[in-house]
């Protein structure tokens, strides 16, 4: 499928819980009558979560006969975003970049030292340190039972040792030099209070793309 379809092709790449994370705002935006079938549908989901990384992403288009996209990354989808437009840009129309990163520096190293550590003692030890990280506590205070229900849901089935091992890659990801090879519109989103990937991360991509 080539530009010529005239048709619009977007990509999201989630980070590492990019699917929990998506399930907590289904949740928390839903009235109750819908929050009861969105925690009864989670129940009848296979809720492993599977990292699509740079080289799986190219295998996928190239596989739906997919000539360019728009590319949409999250945290670590950002980061995987940006070492995708830089291998092959011919593939990338557009990039939105949000709450990532482009290299792995100290203060990294350390939250992803913590995501191993929490990760070490299962899920559920990984599911409330990562709660508090990306919500808000009157949020947390409002979809408690709901919250708790998702961490029961997902701890049955999470693939800790994948999240351990994407986790570890992180540490030698380093596309800084590179970003400036970026020639694609780019559309960069930050988190004011984002406690993983401040706002000095998205500031350097916002001067060195």
């Known amino acids: 499928?080539?530009?010529?379809?005239?048709?619009?092709?977007?990509?999201?790449?989630?980070?590492?819980?990019?699917?929990?994370?998506?399930?907590?705002?289904?949740?928390?935006?839903?009235?109750?009558?819908?929050?009861?079938?969105?925690?009864?549908?989670?129940?009848?989901?296979?809720?492993?979560?599977?990292?699509?990384?740079?080289?799986?992403?190219?295998?996928?288009?190239?596989?739906?006969?997919?000539?360019?996209?728009?590319?949409?990354g999250f945290s670590l989808g950002g980061a995987v975003a940006i070492d995708f437009t830089v291998r092959h840009p011919e593939m990338v129309s557009s990039l939105v970049l949000m709450s990532t990163f482009s290299k792995c520096d100290d203060y990294l190293e350390k939250v992803f030292a913590e995501?191993?550590?929490?990760?070490?003692?299962?899920?559920?030890?990984?599911?409330?340190?990562?709660?508090?990280?990306?919500?808000?506590p009157e949020v947390i205070e409002k979809n408690a039972e709901e919250l708790e229900m998702l961490k029961q849901i997902y701890s049955k089935s999470a693939n800790v040792e994948a999240y351990i091992k994407t986790t570890e890659a992180c540490l030698n990801f380093n596309a800084e030099d590179r970003l400036s090879d970026i020639t694609q519109p780019t559309l960069i989103l930050a988190g004011k209070y984002d406690e993983i990937c401040p706002l000095m991360y998205q500031e350097t991509l916002n001067r060195m793309i």
Not at 31 to 53: A, D, F, G, N, P
Not at 115 to 135: A, H, T, W
């Open 115 to 136: 995501f191993k550590s929490n990760l070490c003692g299962g899920f559920e030890e990984f599911y409330d340190y990562m709660i508090p990280k990306v919500l808000c």
């Open 1 to 72: 499928m080539t530009e010529s379809s005239n048709e619009v092709i977007i990509s999201l790449v989630s980070g590492l819980v990019g699917v929990l994370v998506g399930a907590i705002i289904q949740i928390i935006y839903s009235t109750k009558s819908e929050k009861r079938q969105h925690i009864h549908e989670y129940k009848q989901m296979c809720m492993e979560e599977w990292i699509v990384l740079r080289d799986d992403l190219k295998n996928l288009l190239d596989g739906l006969n997919v000539d360019r996209i728009n590319l949409i």
